[in-house]
């Protein structure tokens, strides 16, 4: 059964920093680009980042770029997102999603999502 699993989320205060962590069962990660979303109360999903599959490449969506990193342990089968600096501003939950894709870049359309984690900013 193929799964992606987030974990990581929490309550933090304005300036703390949480990594998250989307393990993947079922299959593994190393051809698959994979993409951080998150979806705030009220709000659509929005994209953060993503991994390329063949890791040369990490792309970031402006609010967060400088504050986020994402990257990738094969190993494990997981792929991190780093959030630091956070701000009240990226309290949503957020979601990991995967897709098969070689090259460079990453993919507009995802296959594979997880169940979301939450992340709270606030004082």
């Known amino acids: 059964q193929v799964q992606l699993v987030e974990s990581g989320g929490g309550l933090v205060q304005p300036g703390g920093s949480l990594r998250l962590s989307c393990e993947a069962s079922?299959?593994?990660?190393?051809?698959?680009?994979i993409g951080w979303f998150r979806q705030a109360p009220g709000k659509e999903r929005e994209w953060v980042s993503c991994i390329s599959s063949n890791d040369r490449n990490t792309y970031y969506e402006n609010s967060v770029a400088g504050r986020f990193t994402i990257s990738r342990d094969n190993a494990k089968n997981t792929v991190y997102l780093q959030m630091n600096n956070l701000k009240p501003e990226d309290t949503a939950v957020y979601y990991c999603?995967?897709?098969?894709?070689?090259?460079?870049?990453?993919?507009?359309?995802?296959?594979?999502w997880g169940q979301g984690t939450q992340v709270t900013v606030s004082s």
């Open positions: 999603a995967g897709r098969p894709y070689s090259g460079n870049y990453c993919p507009r359309v995802y296959s594979y």
């Open positions: 079922g299959f593994t990660l190393d051809h698959y680009a």
